[in-house]
């Protein structure tokens, strides 16, 4: 995705599956929600972890836009609790047990400071213009509690039924300029702190910081994927810098400044809850069956009719509902999986060649585009000085639109945009509406 601005900062993503895995098991969002603007963070360990990572992503995203939580320390780790529930019971019903494992970072910005929990090896660092603060550190457990090498013995959503996620032991409180990167192992296992700093510290875009320490992590042997996001802040007023590190420099067998979750830490509150569960299921079952059973009433055919008029309202609602949830789900996958339109100035000397080669947007798509009408010459063909918005969900470029680009590469296109016709944008809506389908059932 390209690099979005909102008030207080910006932020721009980057994903690579790297150089030789075949597809990418990593996922990151970014989404505002009633809890605050939210990013995250996964990595699959394997081929069903990556199928996995996108369910974990919408049972987040789902709980914190449903659930308005006033503590956001408890909002990221509820978040996590939840989804890695969800995904372990989707596990078993797959008979995937063995095979789930997902690291999880989660962001949550309010009132301009930041919250996160995390479970696994997907790390978090702050960049304040000189230093690199590491955040987070891979939750990695043996027996003995102490750290090791072994993917086994990682702190994954799916192994447990309820994850015990680590959050942090307060939010951060950046400055203006201050940068935030999220990121999986396939980044800081291979580009070193002193190269991270150096990008972060050019006065590029935000998005091109992305993309230049994705290349640096792939130059540099990339086998992993790779995928990090930056959020960059501005505007802000506060006039102290603060946050946690993940490990404090006066004790080298200091724990990290991190608090598990209280209830997971007291097994009695557990109990109770669990048995007062029983009790209200037990008084449900007794209360439905046993207790002011009524006799069965003759049905009088005034009220058949009526009914059967109930029964065909109650039907009309369902497919109202279910015409809403597919509305949307087509809504989520275009705020999710498909980019922006960009604007663009017509620069003296532009052609369409010029054009594609910055966007990988044929020409074809561009003129037909609802946006852009009367804003070209006779001949079709771009006016200096104009605005024109370019439709990136039609982009061959897969960094720009990484889910939906093979629909308009060259193969398809033809090498000079020759066969960009309204079948290619058919064939486009039908991809969109399969994965819908997929999102609703």
Not at 56 to 75: S, T
Not at 173 to 193: Q, R
Not at 279 to 307: A, C, H, S, W
């Amino acid at each position: 995705m390209v690099t979005k601005k909102l008030k207080y900062f910006e932020f721009g993503s980057h994903s690579n599956k790297g150089s030789i895995k075949e597809s990418n098991y990593d996922g990151y969002a970014a989404f505002e929600s009633p809890n605050g603007h939210v990013f995250l963070m996964c990595d699959g360990i394997n081929e069903f972890g990556a199928k996995a990572k996108d369910i974990v992503i919408e049972r987040i995203e789902y709980f914190l836009n449903k659930e308005v939580v006033n503590d956001p320390r408890e909002a990221v780790q509820s978040a996590l609790i939840y989804a890695g529930g969800y995904i372990h019971s989707y596990a078993k019903k797959q008979e995937k047990n063995d095979e789930i494992g997902i690291s999880c970072l989660c962001v949550l910005i309010r009132n301009n400071k930041i919250f996160y929990a995390w479970v696994g090896n997907c790390n978090l660092f702050l960049y304040t213009g000189k230093n690199l603060h590491v955040l987070t550190e891979p939750t990695f457990l043996s027996e003995n509690n102490t750290k090791t090498d072994d993917l086994q013995k990682l702190q994954l959503l799916g192994k447990e039924k309820i994850p015990s996620p680590y959050v942090c032991e307060r939010p951060i409180t950046p400055l203006n300029n201050d940068i935030i990167l999220l990121c999986t192992d396939g980044l800081y296992e291979k580009v070193n702190h002193k190269n991270i700093k150096k990008i972060l510290s050019d006065p590029m875009p935000i998005y091109t910081k992305a993309c230049r320490l994705s290349d640096m992590a792939l130059k540099a042997g990339g086998e992993d994927n790779i995928t990090l996001q930056l959020i960059s802040f501005y505007n802000l007023d506060h006039k102290n810098r603060d946050f946690a590190p993940a490990s404090e420099s006066k004790q080298d067998d200091e724990l990290p400044k991190i608090t598990k979750g209280i209830f997971m830490e007291n097994p009695l509150w557990n109990s109770v809850i669990i048995g007062v569960i029983i009790l209200l299921t037990g008084f449900m079952f007794y209360d439905l069956f046993f207790n002011n059973v009524k006799p069965q009433k003759d049905i009088t055919p005034e009220r058949e009719i009526y009914i059967e008029k109930e029964a065909e309202e109650q039907k009309l609602k369902k497919e109202k509902e279910e015409t809403s949830k597919i509305s949307e789900n087509i809504s989520f996958i275009i705020d999710r999986y498909l980019p922006s339109d960009s604007a663009y100035v017509v620069q003296s000397g532009d052609s369409w060649s010029n054009i594609y080669s910055k966007f990988k947007v044929c020409s074809w798509f561009i003129i037909n585009y609802d946006k852009n009408k009367r804003k070209f010459d006779r001949n079709d063909n771009p006016v200096s000085g104009r605005k024109i918005y370019i439709p990136l969900k039609y982009s061959a470029n897969e960094d720009i639109n990484p889910y939906f680009y093979q629909y308009f590469s060259t193969d398809v296109v033809g090498s000079r945009c020759q066969h960009a016709s309204e079948k290619i944008i058919r064939d486009f809506d039908k991809a969109l509406k399969e994965k819908t389908k997929k999102i609703s059932d």
